[in-house]
């Protein structure tokens, strides 16, 4: 099935201008057009896009989502450098998830903190408050500074 760039933008909950900035960037080398040079996309660039969205969420530059599609196009021969990419994002995206729980961690100490000062009616009532065992990391983190 062809789809407009409006469709396929509406399909992938994005601007018709971002769909039409990738192609300008060479993110869709086999992208059809018509005689009069509107854009027609297939099956095959939904997928790449799906797969562009995926890596762009994971931080990847449209630099290297560009490298990746001419290693692709250059056939079996690019094999081991698509795969060192895709390890080295697959490192970095580890790397993210790993602050991200750190964060995530902070922010339920504090929904804990101000959980129970609510209900004290006051956070002055949280001192010498033993804190729960899940927290204690996360309090010391935030209290004492670690020797660099």
Not at 9 to 34: C, E, F, I
Not at 88 to 101: D, G, K, P, S
Not at 130 to 139: A, D, G, L, S
């Amino acid at each position: 099935m062809e789809y407009t760039v409006g469709q396929m933008a509406k399909l992938l909950g994005v601007a018709p201008s971002t769909l039409r900035y990738y192609d300008k960037q060479g993110l869709l080398p086999g992208l059809a057009r018509s005689e009069g040079g509107v854009r027609a996309f297939g099956d095959r660039d939904y997928e790449t896009l799906k797969l562009i969205q995926c890596l762009k969420r994971a931080g990847m530059s449209l630099a290297d989502i560009r490298r990746f599609i001419d290693m692709t196009a250059q056939g079996d021969s690019t094999i081991d450098q698509r795969l060192a990419l895709f390890y080295r994002q697959r490192e970095a995206v580890q790397q993210q998830m790993a602050h991200l729980q750190q964060t995530l961690a902070v922010i339920e100490y504090k929904c804990w903190y101000y959980e129970t000062a609510k209900a004290a009616g006051t956070t002055a009532a949280l001192a010498g408050v033993e804190i729960p065992p899940q927290f204690r990391q996360v309090w010391q983190q935030l209290h004492q500074p670690e020797e660099p």
